[in-house]
Structure formats: structure tokens, C-alpha cells
């Protein structure tokens, strides 16, 4: 295999069929057919390997998953119907009753709405944690703790965890170590590496990159993927094969899209910094980020969404929002297309002000996609929006 990114990217192709064609077929069939009983009983056996059934594998899903795979140095994974079968995936098949979940405290919503409200159903609890000081988790850890669920860059807030510290805490106490690298990628982070045991994606973001397919990966080392495998295989949150085929597409220009996120992204979040009209422009990239080492230490880039707080609360930031022209307004991210979102109304509603003020999320701030438009025109954009909201 190549070592490089961008070339496994491209060059990794495992759904190619004998018709010597170049791009990745698509293999829109629910089933597969065995050449005799026999076969069809070791496959069921796990005795050889093939393709059964969609919603166990389908060579496009297959290939993607190779793709992630050499991507972000994990052994094994599976692709789902979206970001948060993902999620769920991956607490639902490691856990069971009576099991406890040490979380980072900023956690997108529907991660949130998993741990306080449906896991906790079945019997399983949850903690959160101050992510900004690995030694108060210490106190977090109780006699059922099994894992250790964080995400870096934290959505809305973009606060970054230490994945060094996270991966020795994780193996310190014998957790199951789980990052959400959503806003990161692969292209720009890999926690494998910090000794994450399971990483997820909502791939529907910047796997995706154009706001076209919901999906969701769930890589790890091969002993947890067999159960999450198993738990998958039979609850199926299966990725249609068309989806799969789509991400596994636009996997071949992640890095050089992702390139492109990043550049903008820090020339508009360096524009905007100290304007008059915002409390705060938060980027990891920018020196003025509280954790601004830290991301240059583990991640190639600062990713595509920065975060601004307009002053005046949710009712000048409303009008804002409105008066831009060109950015989207929606809640999606990781898009083309500049996707613009009020965390506290949208996304994140679900929380209580409590739990949004321990987060960071304030009726001011707003969340930046930045896309692939021409820089200047998001600028124009942003500060006429600005003017006109006063």
C-alpha cells in the first residue's frame, strides 16, 4: 500500500469488477449469489469470506471502508446510514447494562441527547468532564467506567482535547477510548495514533463535502469492530450502496478540498478577529485560541469552521444570520457552499442554558462553515451582514 494520503485516496479500489473499467462501479443489488450450498454455508460460517448481503457488506461500502481505513491507521470498520448510527453504533455494541461513559462535556447535540436521555434506559450512565484539564477525570472514573467518549474539535465550540493525554488516561484505567474526528478527518487528524481504540465520522460533512449523502463510519482496531460488526449486522443501520459509492468518490479530493477549508477558514477567521461588532472569533489556528499549541501539536491544519460571537445576543445574531446573501443557512457543515447555523437555536436547542453555558455556546454565537467560495466573497459577505445587523 502507498504511503501517502491523497494516493490511497484516489488508488485504493476493491470494488472493481472484471470489465477493466477505471472509476469504481456502482453495485446497486440487496443480495449476492453463491456458486453452490456448500459455499453459502462457510460464508454464513465466517469459514471464507465474500459478499452475502447489503447489509452486512456491498463492494462500494467495502471500498470506502478501505479508503477510511488506510486513511486514519485503523484495522478495521464498518459504514452506516449516517453520523449518528454511528454514534450510537458505537457506544450500543462495546457497552451493556450497568456500564458507565466518561464524556467530554462538549458534545454535538444529538450525541448529548444519546447519553442523557436513551442510553440512559438501558442502564447506562454517563459522566461529562472538563475537557480543558485530563487530571480533574480522575475523580470522573467510578468502578463501571468503560469508556472514554470525546470529540476534537468540539462542535460548536471548537475546544480541542488532548488525544496524547486522552489515549494514556484511556489506557491508564483500562477504557475504551472513542473520538468523533467529524470536523478534524482523517486528512487532518488521525487519533489512532494518540491510541484512540474506535474513531467515528458523520461522513455526511466533509467525507461527503458537497451536502449530496448522509453516512457515518465507525473504524477501529479488529478485536472491537468484530462486536460492532455483529451489533450492526443485526440492528441494521446498513449504508445504502449508493451512498457508500459517493463517499468513496469524494474521498479522492478530501485533501486537496480539505486543503482549501483550512486556507480560507484562517484567512476569514484572521480578518474578522478584533472587528467591533464581534465578542469573539474562535479558531484553532489563530494564536489567540486557548488551545492553540495544542492543535498545532495534533492536527496538519485548523479544519473549516470558525466561530463568531456577534454582540448584541440571539437577537442581533438572528439578524445577521439574515442578512447574509450568499451563505447558507441550514445544518449541515463541511459543505462546498459557506453553511452559516445558530447553535442555540438549531443544533443544540435541545440542551438546557445550563448545560449550553458550560459548553461555550452563548445566543451569540454562531457557527462558520467556511467553504470553497473565492475568500473574498465570504469576507463581503460576513462584514455587510455585520453592518447591516446593527
Known amino acids: 500500500m502507498r504511503k501517502h494520503f491523497e494516493t490511497n485516496s484516489i488508488r485504493i479500489n476493491s470494488s472493481k469488477s472484471n ?9 446497486l443489488t440487496s443480495s449476492f449469489t453463491f456458486d453452490s450450498a456448500e459455499e453459502a454455508r462457510a460464508m454464513f460460517a465466517d469459514e471464507i469470506q465474500g459478499n452475502i448481503y447489503s447489509r452486512y457488506a456491498n463492494p462500494n461500502s467495502t471500498d470506502l471502508i478501505e479508503k477510511i481505513c488506510a486513511a486514519e491507521g485503523t484495522e478495521s470498520g464498518i459504514a452506516t446510514a449516517s453520523g449518528m448510527a454511528a454514534m450510537f453504533g458505537s457506544i450500543a455494541s462495546l457497552l451493556q447494562q450497568g456500564d458507565h461513559v466518561l464524556a467530554s462535556r462538549s458534545l454535538f447535540g444529538s450525541t448529548h441527547q444519546l447519553l442523557t436521555r436513551v442510553f440512559p434506559k438501558w442502564g447506562i450512565t454517563s459522566t461529562y468532564g472538563d475537557i480543558s ?60 495514533k494518540w491510541g484512540a481504540h474506535i474513531v467515528t465520522h458523520s461522513a455526511t460533512k466533509y467525507i461527503d463535502g458537497q451536502g449530496r449523502v448522509l453516512g457515518g463510519l465507525i473504524l477501529g482496531t479488529e478485536e472491537l469492530m468484530k462486536e460492532v460488526q455483529f451489533f450492526t449486522r443485526h440492528t441494521g443501520p446498513a449504508i445504502s450502496p449508493f451512498n457508500a459509492w459517493i463517499l468513496s468518490k469524494s474521498m479522492e479530493t478530501l485533501g486537496v478540498r ?69 451563505i447558507s443557512v441550514t445544518a449541515n457543515l463541511g459543505d462546498s457552499r459557506s453553511i452559516v447555523t445558530h447553535p442555540a437555536s438549531t443544533t443544540h436547542s435541545k440542551l438546557s442554558v445550563e448545560e449550553r453555558a458550560r459548553v461555550g455556546i452563548t445566543d451569540g454565537l454562531v457557527r462558520l462553515s467556511v467553504g470553497l467560495e473565492h475568500v473574498d466573497d465570504i469576507i463581503e459577505d460576513v462584514e455587510r451582514a455585520l453592518q447591516l445587523s446593527k
Open 258 to 326: 480539505m486543503d482549501r477549508h483550512c486556507d480560507n477558514a484562517l484567512k476569514v477567521a484572521s480578518y474578522f478577529e478584533g472587528n467591533a461588532e464581534l465578542e469573539n472569533v474562535k479558531y484553532p489556528f489563530l494564536k489567540s485560541h486557548p488551545q492553540h499549541e495544542l492543535a498545532l501539536k495534533q492536527m496538519k491544519l485548523g479544519g473549516g469552521i470558525i466561530t463568531l460571537t456577534v454582540k448584541g445576543g440571539v437577537a442581533r445574531a438572528q439578524r445577521f444570520i439574515d442578512h447574509l446573501q450568499m
Open 19 to 27: 470489465q477493466k473499467e477505471h472509476s469504481s462501479p456502482l453495485y
Open 133 to 192: 484539564d485530563i487530571a480533574n477525570w480522575e475523580s470522573l472514573v467510578q468502578p463501571n467506567t468503560k469508556m472514554l467518549f470525546i470529540e476534537t474539535p468540539s462542535n460548536p465550540g471548537l475546544e480541542i482535547i488532548d488525544l496524547e493525554g486522552a489515549g494514556n488516561f484511556a489506557k491508564a484505567h483500562n477504557l475504551i477510548l472513542v473520538v468523533d474526528n467529524c470536523f478534524a478527518t482523517p486528512y487532518l487528524q488521525q487519533p489512532a
